[in-house]
Every structure is written in C-alpha cells, then in structure tokens.
C-alpha cells in the first residue's frame, strides 16, 4: 500500500547497522539539504560484519519494512554488509509484495560504478567487515561492469570496533590498520585505488594514508553514494515527485537513545535528538 496519504512528509530513510551509515547520510546530505531524511541505526542488533546471510537479510528486512511504514518511498542501506548479503533479495523478492512503487538502493553498485575513471594500474583493494569480503559482492559487481579490472579483497574485522570504541585515534589502531593493509599489498603490489568498503571506516583515514604508498587513491563511498542518489532522482522523476521538501531529519536507534547520541557525535559535528524504537518482527 502507499503510505504517502498517511504521511505529511515523505523522506527518503537511510539505513545502517549501527552508527557508520552517517557518514554517508551527511554526505547525502550536504548535496541534497532540502529533502527530508529518516535514519535508522540497528544498534541493539549490530555490528552486521560477522552475522550469516540469512540473519542480515531477515534484519535489513525488517528495517526497510519499517522505514517503508514511516512514510519513506525510497531507502538507502548504508551499510556494505546489509548492501552485500540482503539487498538482491529485498529487491527482487519482497519488493513486489511490500511496496512495488517503492525502491531499495545500496552503496556497492556506486561505489564500483566510478572505479574504471580512478584507477590507472585497473588493480583495487577492497577493505571491508568479514561479511562483505566473504560475500565477494564488489568482486561480482566489479567483473559485471570492469571485467578487465583485478580485485583483491582483505576483510579487517576489528576496524569497527576500534571506530565505535573510540580508539581509531589510539597506537592500537595503528597496529591493526597496518597488519591489513600490509597484508593486503604483499597480495597484490599495483593496487592503485583502495575501497574503504564500511562506512565506518572513514573515520581511520589519518591511520590508513599513514601505510599506504603516497600515489594510491582512497574511495571514502559517501561522496560516491551521494552523487549517484541525486543523479538517480534526476532520471526518476516519479520518485523525486514522491519526496518532499522541508529539511527534517529523524534519528531512530534500536538501542539506547542517549547513546546513539553521544556515539553520533564522532560522525556528525552536530548535536541530535534521537528516538529509540522497537523494530517489529
């Protein structure tokens, strides 16, 4: 059913496991500042990185269902992990019976869509959660459009900890930052482009350029994902009819709210209020 006589506003909602999906939330954001926007944390439930398939579609599920319920048209799944192991299957399989006038996007497809402009050497690294290196969704999605690009892929599992600890400033994250990306060009020496494949990740960008050859570029995905959402809206007239226009923005978190708000801090150089809900089932 649509939803958009139910509401006043009609925002575009914007979804992550937890906190990192702000980063690209203020990206968006900083490009399109009129529309209204809803995001939804699941931080009761995170971190996504190393839960199974079938856990992380049946997750991003509920989220989309709800957003879908508080009046979003359009959902973005700011999350590599939800974006690598559940998107496919919301589109393809539940779209049709929970909204087919609505749209579900992820953050893979723009991501790699700008990768063949970057790189000169065509050889990229990918740095993600376990989950969506063990997907190998960038690998696919990177063989579907670049064939003649090389992937290489290295999962960092305690990136996000370190981030959402606050620690990604530490000596301790230093060891950990190195140990990947060490790891990751003894496998392949021509990497020319690095994909910070979590959206958490761009807050370890003064670690990362500390152990990275001087000339390699590094994909920070919100600007990307941006850019793509507003052309996106340019060639889908009857969605970008379907949104409005006043510049709200909803915080909504799983878990504790005052948390959620402290945590966002590290994200967003703004104060927040933020409202904790319960996802249904």
Same mark, same amino acid.
């Not at 990206?27 to 992380?56: C, H, T, W």
């Not at 923005?249 to 878990?255: P, V």
């Given at each position: 059913?649509?939803?958009?006589?139910?509401?006043?506003?009609?925002?575009? #909602?914007?979804?992550?496991?937890?906190?990192? #999906?702000?980063?690209?939330?203020?990206?968006?954001?900083? $490009?399109?500042?009129?529309?209204?926007? *809803? %995001?939804?944390?699941?931080?009761?439930?995170?971190?996504?990185?190393?839960?199974?398939?079938?856990? =992380?579609?049946?997750? &991003?599920?509920?989220? =989309?269902?709800?957003?879908?319920?508080?009046?979003?048209?359009? =959902?973005?799944?700011?999350?590599? &992990?939800?974006?690598?192991?559940?998107? +496919?299957?919301?589109?393809?399989?539940?779209?049709?019976?929970?909204?087919?006038?609505?749209?579900? !996007?992820?953050?893979?497809?723009?991501? =790699?869509?700008?990768?063949?402009?970057?790189?000169?050497?065509?050889?990229?690294?990918?740095?993600?959660?376990? #989950?969506?290196?063990?997907?190998?969704?960038?690998?696919?999605? /990177?063989?579907?459009?670049?064939?003649?690009? $090389?992937?290489?892929?290295?999962?960092?599992?305690?990136?996000?900890?370190?981030?959402?600890?606050?620690?990604?400033?530490?000596? #301790?994250?230093? %060891?950990?930052?190195?140990?990947?990306?060490?790891?990751?060009?003894?496998?392949?020496?021509?990497?020319?482009?690095?994909?910070?494949?979590?959206?958490?990740?761009?807050?370890? !960008?003064?670690?990362?350029?500390? %152990?990275?050859?001087?000339?390699?570029? !590094? *994909?920070? $995905?919100?600007?990307?994902?941006?850019? +793509?959402?507003?052309? %996106? !809206?340019?060639?889908?007239?009857?969605?970008?009819?379907?949104?409005?226009? &006043?510049?709200?923005?909803?915080?909504?978190?799983?878990?504790?709210?005052?948390?959620?708000?402290?945590?966002?801090? /590290?994200?967003?150089?703004?104060?927040?209020?933020?409202? $904790?809900?319960?996802?249904?089932?």
């Amino acid at each position: 059913m649509d939803k958009r006589n139910k509401h006043k506003v009609a925002p575009i #909602g914007i979804f992550d496991s937890g906190y990192g #999906g702000l980063t690209v939330f203020e990206k968006i954001r900083e $490009q399109m500042p009129a529309y209204d926007y *809803i %995001y939804l944390g699941d931080n009761a439930r995170s971190p996504y990185g190393n839960r199974s398939f079938e856990v =992380v579609y049946k997750f &991003t599920r509920q989220a =989309v269902f709800h957003l879908f319920q508080e009046g979003c048209p359009l =959902v973005i799944l700011a999350c590599n &992990t939800a974006s690598a192991k559940a998107l +496919r299957t919301i589109q393809m399989r539940d779209l049709p019976h929970l909204n087919p006038f609505n749209r579900v !996007l992820g953050v893979i497809r723009p991501t =790699v869509e700008v990768l063949d402009q970057l790189s000169r050497s065509k050889h990229i690294g990918v740095l993600g959660t376990s #989950g969506t290196i063990s997907s190998e969704s960038y690998t696919i999605e /990177v063989a579907k459009m670049f064939p003649h690009i $090389q992937v290489t892929e290295e999962a960092c599992p305690m990136w996000v900890p370190l981030v959402e600890n606050r620690e990604y400033d530490s000596p #301790g994250a230093d %060891y950990f930052i190195r140990k990947h990306l060490d790891r990751l060009f003894t496998q392949d020496a021509d990497i020319d482009t690095l994909i910070l494949a979590c959206t958490h990740y761009p807050l370890l !960008l003064d670690k990362i350029k500390k %152990y990275i050859p001087e000339q390699v570029k !590094l *994909i920070s $995905q919100g600007e990307y994902v941006a850019d +793509r959402l507003k052309d %996106y !809206l340019l060639r889908h007239p009857e969605m970008e009819n379907r949104l409005t226009h &006043t510049g709200s923005c909803r915080f909504l978190t799983t878990e504790s709210a005052e948390k959620f708000s402290d945590a966002a801090s /590290v994200f967003l150089d703004e104060p927040i209020h933020v409202e $904790q809900i319960t996802i249904d089932a």
